[in-house]
Every structure is written in structure tokens, then in C-alpha cells.
């Protein structure tokens, strides 16, 4: 029992290592958005400040639209049809646009709370997916080779368990 804890424990930090300096580096995290690296925590809060602001903007700008939208369809002019469309494309625009303000306005507020969190994954991508399962996959490589080599180091010094 005691000689199966010896390959878990190097495995476990062997994996640690790994998912530290290579993996966390490597997926769609928080800590790794190109808007919040290398922001210091006061800068962090006055983005935080300014990613509100624009989002209250956004929002308004988009019920503005949608407004304007629904008055020009209530007239009757006779290409109210084409204003409407050019209303609709502009008020698609900026929901886009306040999708990547919450997204990034979320990631700012998970890295600035720090802690371990910010390294995770924050949605499922193919990236995620491929990393994590290489990730796994590498940690039964690893697994399997320290049991190989600690069995025959045990049996080579007669020492096992039985």
C-alpha cells in the first residue's frame, strides 16, 4: 500500500509542476486575457470603474436604438423598412460589443479577487479540451512510468510488499 502512494505522490507533483509553468499559461483563463495582463491591482479596479460605465453606456445606447427602431416601424414612411434594417445592424453591433465588455469586465473582476480562479478555465473551448486532455493523458504517462520504474527498483532490491 505504501509503495502505490510513492508513484501517486510524484505524479501529483509532477502534474502540479506541469499545470503550473505550461498548461495554466496555455488556456482561455481570466489571468490570461490580453486586456487584464500585466495590470497592477489599482489599474485593475479603474478598468473595472470603466468597464462599468461603458457597459451602463452600451446598454443604453442599445434600448435608444431599439426605440428609435420600433417609432420608425410604427410610421409610415414609405422606406421604413430599409431605416428599421440599418437600426437593427447598428443595435447587433453594439450588443456585440457589450458581450466583449461583459466578458472582459468579468475577467477583471475574477483576477482581481486573485487567488485560483483566475487560472482556471472560464469557458469550453476546443483549446481548453486539448490542453486539459493532453493534460490528463500525460499524467497516466507519467503515472504509469513511475510505477514501471519504482517496481523493478523495489524488485531489483527485493523489496515489495506482499
Known sequence: MILN?????LTAAAG????????????????NNQNVKGLEKNEIKAAIKEGE???????????????????ILAGSDSDKN????????????KSTELKEIETNLADLKVVEKGGWKATLPNKISWTNGL??????????VIYKF?????????????????
Request: proline share 3%; aromatic share 12%; net charge positive.
Open 53 to 71: 460605465t461603458k457597459q451602463k453606456e452600451v446598454k443604453e445606447e442599445i434600448k435608444q436604438l431599439e426605440k428609435e427602431r420600433k417609432d
Open 5 to 9: 502512494l510513492i508513484p501517486l505522490l
Open 131 to 140: 490542453w486539459l486532455g493532453g493534460f490528463v493523458v500525460a499524467l497516466y
Open 82 to 93: 430599409d431605416k428599421a434594417k440599418e437600426k437593427l445592424e447598428k443595435k447587433e453591433e
Open 146 to 162: 513511475c510505477v514501471g520504474v519504482l517496481g523493478s527498483i523495489f524488485r531489483q532490491i527485493c523489496f515489495s510488499e506482499q
Open 16 to 31: 502540479y509542476y506541469i499545470y503550473k509553468k505550461f498548461i495554466a499559461q496555455r488556456l482561455d483563463s481570466p489571468a
